[in-house]
Each structure stands twice: as structure tokens, then as C-alpha cells.
């Protein structure tokens, strides 16, 4: 086991945590302590790193990630996109991650299958009744009007 010590002052604290993150990035951490120490403008947090002696991190393999602009139309994808957008947005109101309402795959399958009502949804994946009654109007709403546009679009171009 090692320990490092960081010092992170209230202020002007850029590179002390940069200098944090990229240790932590890079060794296996055992354990952290943190404290705050109050000493008016020299007000500061303390950082305790334990790591695991010896062992750098090791990378983990790059995941598969899916190119939604490969798999789906280029319609669809404008619709998909729009849908990511609106989960941003209600995922940083409730201070949540985007996955937390519906991964991109979840999505792209709401888009493919043109969900029309909650029982549309529930037949995808990972959808339960709780995300439906939470999210299910707001992004099927999104989804018509999204679609809607990309109709008229079409017709104004013939």
C-alpha cells in the first residue's frame, strides 16, 4: 500500500485537481480520505489517496460502441437525435445521468419501432411501468412532433 496526499485550496484549485484526477486515473485506489480544513482564506480540502502498492491501473478495452448514423436511416437518425436531446435536457433538470431515463439503444429502438403509446414502449427492453409513467408522454410527444417534422419536411420537398 502507498499513500499520497493531495492538498486542494478553495481557491484557484484548477491544477491541484487536475493533478487528483489524473493520479486517480491512473493507479488502482484502495481507499480515499477527504477533509476539509477551515482556515478562513487558507480554507483548503485534503485528499488522502491509498493505492494499491506497485499496481498501476491497467486500461480497460474500448467498448463497441454502436454508430447510431450507421445503423439507423438518416430520417430516423435526425428523430433519434432529437430524443437525445430532450433526455439531456430532463437528465440535467433532475440531476441525473442520460441512461438513467433510457440508454441510446432504448432509443433507437423507440425510433425504429415508432412508439405510438406506453404499451408500444413497454415492449422494448428495459422500459418498465415506472420510466413509462415518468418519461413515456413527454418523449412519445417528442417523438410524433419529431416525426411530424420530418413528414412535412419530405412534402415540401416533392
Not at 485550496?9 to 491512473?26: E, G, K, M
Request: include cysteine.
Amino acid at each position: 500500500m502507498q499513500i499520497q496526499v493531495f492538498t486542494i485550496p478553495v481557491h484557484h484549485c484548477d491544477a491541484p485537481v487536475a493533478d487528483l484526477n489524473q493520479f486517480l486515473s491512473s493507479h488502482r485506489v484502495a481507499e480515499i480520505h477527504r477533509e476539509f480544513v477551515q482556515d478562513g482564506p487558507n480554507s483548503a480540502w485534503t485528499v488522502c489517496v491509498t493505492t494499491e502498492s506497485g499496481h498501476a491501473k491497467t486500461e480497460t478495452p474500448p467498448r463497441n460502441r454502436v454508430d447510431y448514423r450507421e445503423v439507423l436511416s438518416d430520417e430516423d437518425f435526425t428523430v433519434f437525435a432529437t430524443l437525445r436531446t430532450l433526455r439531456k435536457e430532463i437528465a440535467e433538470q433532475e440531476g441525473v445521468p442520460p441512461y438513467a431515463l433510457f440508454t441510446n439503444e432504448q432509443l433507437a429502438e423507440i425510433v425504429r419501432r415508432r412508439a405510438e403509446t406506453a404499451t408500444d414502449l413497454k415492449q422494448i427492453n428495459g422500459i418498465g411501468p415506472s420510466r413509462i409513467q415518468k418519461y413515456g408522454e413527454r418523449f412519445l410527444n417528442e417523438l410524433n412532433r419529431a416525426s411530424a417534422e420530418k413528414v412535412d419536411d419530405r412534402e415540401a420537398s416533392s
